[in-house]
């Protein structure tokens, strides 16, 4: 019943841009919150950026004054603007979903992931 699907990955040299697009479907009670995780090869999944529904953003260190969360609600779409992309940038980057299910259980939900990788 839920769906996660995200586009935008692929390949692009180092200070260039990516937007990626992630569409949240499915009948659920809410959402509270979507982010972007990514996990290079040999390396542990990290969080890249975060957004509430009401608008709280969290980034790591490494992508600040480089990467734009944004929302929109009324879509259940998260997207994640990419600029200055650097080689360490390339990985896997993964959308998830945290949302409330009718009873206010709380649910988590993956993409299947969608490949950046910054080369020249």
């Known amino acids: 019943q839920v769906q996660l699907v995200e586009s935008g990955g692929g390949l692009v040299q180092p200070g260039g841009s990516l937007r990626l697009s992630c569409a949240f479907s499915?009948?659920?009670?809410?959402?509270?919150?979507m982010g972007w995780y990514r996990q290079a090869p040999g390396k542990q999944r990290e969080l890249v950026a975060a957004?509430?529904?009401?608008?709280?953003?969290n980034y790591a260190e490494s992508v600040k004054g480089r990467f734009t969360i944004s929302r929109d609600n009324d879509k259940n779409t998260v997207y994640l603007q990419m600029s200055s992309l650097k080689p360490e940038d390339t990985a896997v980057y993964y959308c998830n979903a945290r949302y409330l299910g009718v009873t206010g259980k709380k649910y988590e939900y993956w993409g299947q992931g969608t490949q950046v990788t910054v080369s020249s």
């Open positions: 499915g009948s659920i009670f809410s959402i509270y919150a």
């Open positions: 957004i509430t529904s009401g608008g709280s953003t």
